[in-house]
Structure formats: C-alpha cells, structure tokens
C-alpha cells in the first residue's frame, strides 16, 4: 500500500483540491452505499487529478486491478479497457459515464475527508494498469505493480516541493506521484482547464523546488512570462527529444537549478538521466547502471531492468517483452562521437507534445476521403512543439489538380481528418505529390527521423 | 525593407488567422502587446502556424540552437521581420 507521508506534506491541485497526504489517504472515495472492493478489477475513469490520486492511495492493495483511464483518452475506448481488463467496477466522477455493459457497475467516485473506512487488513498486490495509444487507435493496456513503478524512486529531502505538468494517469505523472506519495513530500499538479501562468504562479507561491514537464511544456511556459514565478532548484524534461535549444533556454531561464533531461516510457520505465546539459546521451550511460541493461545491437534501444512493464493485457495482445526479458523502446539511436543521439521512432511513430501519434491510423482516415489514393503520414520537426504531423497525400485523378483547386481540397482533407482524429493527430499540413516510394515488400517507405 | 516588414506582419496575421478559424478558436484582437498565450491559440496552433509560415516565408526564426521564445505578439512579428531581413 502506498504509506502516507508526513502531516504538512499534500497534495495541492489548485481548485480541485488540497489535502495532506494522511487525510487524502484515511478520506473516502465512495460515496453510494455497500461497495465492495476487495479483489476486484476496477477501471478509474475520473476527471479530477484530485479524486484520482485519493482512489490510488486507497485501491492499492486492496483491488486485484486498478486501470487509469486518462481524462483525454476517447470515451470510445471506454468499453474496450473495461473489457480488456476484466474490469468489475467503473469509478468515475462523470455524470456523463454510464455503464458500459450490464455486468459493469459504474459507481460515482469524488473524495470526502470522512467517510467509509476501507477494510485495509489483508494487503494483495496490485496491478497498475497503465494505457497508451495504439497503432490502429485503440490503447494498449500495459501491467506494472506498485514495485514496478516506484523501482526508479530512490529516497529524498522531505523538504523537497514537487510540481508537473503531466497528469498522473500518464507514466510520467505517475513517477511524481509515487515520488511524492511515497516520499511524504508535498505535490503540486496542474488541473487541466488551468492556463499555465496561473499554474506557474500557485507552484511558485507553494515553494516548488522540483519541476517536470516535457519540452513542449516548457516550451508553453517559456512563452508565458511566468517562467520567473518559480525558482526551481532542479528541472527535468522528459516525454520527447529534448533538443540542445530547450535545454540552453531552461539553463539560461533558470541558472541556479540543475536541468536534467530524462528517457522513460510506458513500458520500458525509467532509463536513464542526463545531466550534463547536452541533448542525446553520451556512450557511457550503457553500462553504467546495473539495474538497468542497455541493449543498442539492432539500431534501438532496448532495455531490461526491474522497471519494466510485466505484459500487455488482451487476448491479441503483442509481446512486450522478449524471451530475455529486454523491452525494445523502438526509438533508434545514432552514435557519433562518443554520443548517441535519438532519431526517431524504428515504427514511424509520432511524437506530438509528448502524445504518440501512429501514422497508420491517420493514413486510415485520410484515404477514406473518395478523392485519395494513397497517402504517407510522416514527423515534421518543429521549433515550437518538438514535432508535427504533416502528410504526403497521392490522388486518385490528375497527380497535380489545378492550382485553384489544391487548397480548397487540402481543407476539404483536413476539416475530414479533424471530424475523426484527436487534435494532436490532425496533419498541419497535406502535400499533394505524384507518388510514394514503395518497397519491394510492397510496404510504403516510411522515414526513420 | 519596410515593404517588406509590412508583408511579413500581414503573412503572419493571415496564418493565424486562418489557423485560428480552422481549429475553432476564437481570436483575441492581434496587437502588439498581445500575450501569446492570451491570443486564443494553444502551443500547438503556433506550431501549425510556424510550419504554415516555412512554407510562405521560407524561414523558421526559432529554429536555431540559441533560439529564444517570443512571449508577445510584438515579439513573435519581429522574430520573422528579423530573420527576413
């Protein structure tokens, strides 16, 4: 079970919520009547941050499952997780969400400072089910424990303040939350509607010292000007590329703190820090630690450590491990002078703001549109947010159409694709081109970078 | 040159704009004082807008290593008239 922590540190999630980590723990969830939860599966579908940390607290150890649905994955996907993962219960804060399927109870989850008392006696180990999206759209559903996710977490100052960006439904936010749960040090987290000067301005006046976001984050925060509301003593980028122009702009901003950038994932867990202020990561972090194995022969990075996801969950599921035990990341390095660098995903995969895109499934929607043939969806980088998605697009008719007729049709394909793909999904540009590379396996060529 | 600042000063608002418009957001009046994050766009509509002006301008003024964040409107102008001129 995840300990409380010492009586003046707490979480803080602005106006969803304020509460030490004790009375977040000893407080109820449950509000409606006899809920039993012992053993069972339970899919956590909640807006609040808030609420969803309270349920965390209280469902390990005690649940056989908890699934973190997060507050911006489709609701589509809803059945499908619960499915998935044999969920008993739906928790949610939702009026919105109704059960999904007559043997599914949806039971309504906000947190009150006293209520039922959970029978916390007999403690089971608990599976973390963490979601990420998939190729074709639907979310895999990852399994960790309570060990698996807090393997990197080494004990710190309790008087450490921490803050992020990232939700803690994701594995990012997750590792703050632990850090912070476990550690007994106080939490800030950004609700999601909340802009982030306000955010900014609420961690600085709570004494944040340790602050985490992806590059993109931080990005948005440098063009706010509420950088200064803070004074960090430690900052860390994770989530994406952080490139060598972020990290001089997080050094120049904040001289005085340690920038780190740092790569984890989902699956892999996390790998590895660098400190040194320079983007990629030099040769000697292979081997350097013992509780994490580099494996790079292939091109990607793979990795077996104690941090690692068990399996995916679903009937055909794809293997996340290989039979040594090594998770392989998919992203590919490139070693040069004593340094590897990050240059993509082997997959084609898209990283937009630290969200996966899957470059098939928005070909699948772009060549729905009756007057495309075949169409390439690639990374373009960007300066702005770290990458985009843009896509190659062949036509049916005339390779070229005439030039009036280019634009008007580039947004008939565009307004098509926002009507079926998340925001991030959506191309920012479309390329008309007379054809695509094809291998002789007959598959598109798809760049590495 | 100040032909060519006007230009570059109406390219950008015709980028945003139409970027605004495309992604159902509603625009903050564009002067020059203007906090971006004010402007009705997220970080990823001024990604969309950035891509969209490489292809009319030619250029990416934030592409650089040493590159800064513009945090107005103002700002934002005058990093594309500078790495116009």
Not at chain 1, 156 to 181: C, E, K, P
Not at chain 1, 230 to 240: D, N, T
Not at chain 1, 348 to 366: L, S
Request: include cysteine; glycine fraction near 8%; aromatic fraction near 6%.
């Amino acid at each position: 079970m995840i300990a409380a922590g010492g009586s003046s540190s707490r979480l803080n999630v602005g106006a969803e919520g304020d509460a030490s980590w004790g009375q977040l723990a000893a407080g109820s969830v449950i509000n409606e009547g006899h809920v039993d939860l012992r053993g069972r599966s339970v899919l956590l579908a909640v807006v609040s941050q808030f609420t969803a940390a309270a349920a965390l607290m209280q469902l390990d150890g005690l649940a056989r499952r908890i699934v973190l649905f997060p507050p911006d994955m489709s609701r589509d996907h809803l059945a499908y997780a619960a499915a998935t993962a044999e969920a008993d219960l739906i928790l949610t804060d939702d009026p919105t969400v109704e059960a999904v399927d007559a043997n599914i109870r949806c039971v309504r989850c906000t947190w009150q400072p006293a209520g039922r008392v959970l029978d916390r006696q007999t403690q089971i180990e608990t599976e973390w089910i963490l979601l990420t999206s998939g190729t074709t759209g639907v979310p895999k559903l990852v399994v960790h424990t309570l060990a698996t996710l807090s393997g990197a977490i080494q004990p710190g100052a309790s008087s450490a303040v921490w803050a992020t960006f990232y939700d803690i439904r994701r594995y990012g936010g997750m590792q703050i939350f632990l850090r912070a749960a476990l550690g007994g040090t106080t939490l800030v987290l950004k609700n999601a509607k909340e802009p982030v000067t306000d955010f900014l301005a609420r961690a600085g006046s709570l004494g944040v010292t340790h602050i985490l976001g992806t590059p993109s984050h931080w990005r948005g925060a440098l063009m706010s000007n509420a950088t200064g509301r803070i004074a960090p003593q430690y900052v860390r980028l994770s989530g994406e590329i952080s490139d060598q122009a972020i990290l001089n702009q997080m050094h120049a901003t904040y001289p005085e703190a340690k920038v780190v950038h740092a790569f984890a994932s989902t699956e892999a867990g996390v790998v590895f820090e660098v400190k040194d202020g320079l983007t990629g990561f030099p040769q000697d972090v292979v081997g350097s630690n013992p509780q994490v194995e580099i494996d790079i022969e292939g091109g990607t990075l793979k990795v077996r450590s104690a941090r690692t996801a068990f399996r995916y969950l679903g009937a055909n599921a794809p293997v996340l491990k290989s039979a040594d035990g090594f998770v392989d990341t998919g992203d590919a390095v490139d070693l040069r002078g004593g340094r590897y660098s990050f240059v993509g995903r082997q997959d084609g995969t898209i990283n937009v703001g630290g969200m996966k895109v899957h470059p098939e499934e928005v070909e699948a929607v772009i060549n729905r549109h009756p007057e495309v043939s075949v169409s390439l969806v690639r990374m373009k980088k960007n300066s702005i947010i770290g990458g985009l998605v843009v896509a190659d697009v062949v036509l049916k008719k005339s390779p070229q159409p005439a030039d009036s007729n280019v634009s008007s049709l580039q947004r008939e394909i565009l307004q098509f694709c926002r009507g079926e793909l998340a925001q991030h999904k959506v191309p920012a540009a479309i390329n008309f081109v007379p054809n695509l590379a094809v291998a002789e396996s007959g598959k598109l060529i798809r760049p590495h970078a | 040159m100040n032909v060519k600042s006007v230009n570059v000063k109406s390219e950008v608002v015709a980028q945003i704009q139409q970027v605004a418009q495309e992604q159902n957001k509603t625009l903050a009046p564009l002067t020059d004082d203007l906090a971006l994050l004010d402007s009705g766009l997220d970080s990823l509509c001024f990604a969309i807008v950035v891509v969209r002006l490489e292809t009319s301008l030619g250029i990416d003024p934030f592409s650089s290593d040493d590159a800064r964040f513009p945090v107005t409107f103002g700002d934002f102008v005058g990093f594309y008239e500078n790495a116009a001129k």
